[in-house]
């Protein structure tokens, strides 16, 4: 378990995390989701204590990261694919990990293995590309077997088929009860991946809760339904107690009916229906919602003044 509390950190006037706190438990994926600025990346270098907080704390299974004799069979990180040694084979920068904790030098084959690179363990990482900085990342936080995993934007550079890959791993790995906590912009990815979000915005806490709760408080969801017999269908629905909003193609949108009850109400009526489906907000949409007012940085659209 991580457990965060009351974490801030200032970069002189500026506060990048402010009192932060929550906890992220084992056996699920969790999402780290933020804007950009939003002090995700602050945070989880103040995890691995690659910067020191203002304030607060946190514990690696109730442990500071600095009281890890061995940190890498506690806790296994991907922040930055490109921190390897480029000048090394992919083995060797495995091997000096290893050895450093005191991790069987069998675990090296086995890790590179998984992530797909036993090919090219000779090979020296400054040739590889994005993606394959990524794997070599990825089996380097895996190299200690820890319980707890973090990854920072972990999809960034792969092809389909390497994110399909991650998502299982991560997805795997969470049912044998260990801590996953990911971080990614990918918001179509993290939908499919996480179980629990973490939401910031400016450095403080904006949500803590599953991920169907989340995109339920702060999304809508409706029924959008279809009928050549439209104005019939319009005073069927009004009878009815239900508000329609005109949409595109005809159609209309129902907040609070099921697409059961629209159905049926329209079978009783005679009604033909063309389409009746329901229409479920996205969870880029949820966190487009929830962190509007917490942006920093905000685009124009085009045509619009410089």
């Not at 995390?17 to 084992?26: E, I, T």
């Not at 801590?179 to 939908?191: C, G, K, P």
């Not at 907000?281 to 410089?306: I, K, N, P, Q, W």
Request: aromatic share 4%.
């Amino acid at each position: 378990m991580i457990e965060v509390e009351g974490l801030t950190k200032h970069f002189g006037r500026k506060v990048a995390v402010d009192h932060l706190s929550f906890q992220v438990r084992p056996g699920v994926v969790t999402g780290f989701l933020g804007p950009n600025g939003a002090g995700k990346s602050t945070t989880m270098r103040m995890m691995l204590d690659l910067d020191n907080p203002t304030g607060g704390s946190v514990r690696i299974d109730g442990r500071h990261y600095r009281e890890l004799a061995e940190p890498l069979k506690h806790i296994g990180a991907l922040l930055e694919a490109r921190s390897v040694h480029g000048g090394r084979s992919a083995a060797n920068n495995l091997r000096c990990l290893a050895q450093s904790n005191r991790i069987p030098e069998s675990r090296i084959a086995e890790v590179l293995d998984v992530v797909g690179l036993t090919a090219v363990a000779r090979r020296k990482p400054k040739g590889f590309s994005l993606g394959m900085g990524q794997r070599l990342g990825i089996a380097a936080a895996l190299l200690g077997d820890p319980k707890i995993l973090m990854f920072d934007e972990p999809v960034n550079g792969l092809d389909p088929e390497g994110i399909h890959w991650i998502r299982n791993l991560m997805k795997a790995l969470a049912h044998e009860g260990r801590t996953i906590f990911v971080s990614s912009h990918l918001m179509s990815e993290m939908a499919l991946t996480a179980d629990h979000l973490i939401v910031i915005g400016q450095g403080r806490l904006l949500a803590n809760t599953s991920m169907a709760d989340f995109i339920h408080a702060n999304s809508r969801s409706y029924a959008r339904v279809r009928s050549p017999q439209r104005e019939e269908l319009k005073d069927m629905l009004h009878g009815a107690g239900f508000r329609a909003l005109d949409a595109g193609g005809g159609g209309l949108e129902i907040d609070g009916a099921t697409t059961e009850e629209l159905g049926e109400l329209a079978a009783r009526h005679g009604i033909v229906l063309h389409e009746l489906s329901d229409r479920r907000a996205s969870l880029e949409e949820a966190f487009m919602r929830m962190t509007a007012e917490s942006v920093e940085y905000h685009s124009r659209g085009a045509g619009e003044g410089a």
